[in-house]
Each structure stands twice: as structure tokens, then as C-alpha cells.
């Protein structure tokens, strides 16, 4: 079993930051891509970040020289350090990760359970 575990949501003001962190937990063989999603009230969910193990990262465009993605691997965890936030930001958060519990199957996805983040104008 596999859990992916999510913190650092909050409200915050346009303009200021806040950092999520997502722990991988369970019965892990190895991790490849792990990342950040969102979803707005009545929009779709949408890619904002993603790294791959050696390091590759994706970006939304929305995003892109605001936000940070980064992991530490030793600890099974990924971070999204997002500044300059402004509240089309506003949305829950979820995390994202390609886990292999064993070497005898392939990966396949996991989700956390969301955080919301709100930011005021």
C-alpha cells in the first residue's frame, strides 16, 4: 500500500508564498515522475509541475518563473515552492507520483489526498 501525503496549504495574500511538501509512503521499489496538479471550483484539473527521478522538470506556463518544483529523493518527497502567488492560484492542490511498489510490476499513479490554497487579492 502506497499513501502520498500532502502539507503547507493555507491562505495568503497576493504577492506572498507558500511551500507544499508531499511525503511518499508504504511499500515503494522505486519512484519516476512525481509532481503537482490543481483544480479550480468548476474547471478541470490541470498539470502545474512535474520532475522527473534524474531531475526533469515541466512546467505550466501559468506558472513558469513563479513556482519551484523539487524533491528529495532519500526522503520520498516533493516540494512546490510557489511565490508571487496571485488568486488565480487559488485552487486545491494535489499531488501526484509514478511508484513501482515491486521490481515484478510496472508503476502506475497515486494521488494525494489535495490542499487547498487560497490566495486573496
Known amino acids: 500500500q502506497v499513501q502520498l501525503v500532502e502539507s503547507g496549504g493555507g491562505l495568503v495574500q497576493a504577492g506572498g508564498s507558500l511551500r507544499l511538501s508531499c511525503a511518499a509512503s508504504?511499500?515503494?521499489?522505486?519512484?519516476?515522475?512525481m509532481g503537482w496538479y490543481r483544480q479550480a471550483p468548476g474547471k478541470q484539473r490541470e498539470l502545474v509541475a512535474t520532475?522527473?527521478?534524474?531531475?526533469?522538470?515541466n512546467y505550466a506556463d501559468s506558472v513558469k518563473g513563479r513556482f519551484a518544483i523539487s524533491r528529495d529523493n532519500a526522503k520520498n518527497t516533493v516540494y512546490l515552492q510557489m511565490s508571487s502567488l496571485k488568486p488565480e492560484d487559488t485552487a486545491v492542490y494535489y499531488c501526484?507520483?509514478?511508484?513501482?511498489?515491486?521490481?515484478?510490476?510496472?508503476?502506475?499513479?497515486?494521488w494525494g489526498q489535495g490542499t487547498q490554497v487560497t490566495v486573496s487579492s
Open positions: 501526484n507520483a509514478e511508484i513501482r511498489s515491486n521490481r515484478y510490476y510496472p508503476s502506475r499513479d497515486y
Open positions: 508504504g511499500t515503494i521499489f522505486s519512484i519516476n515522475a
Open positions: 520532475m522527473t527521478s534524474p531531475g526533469t522538470t
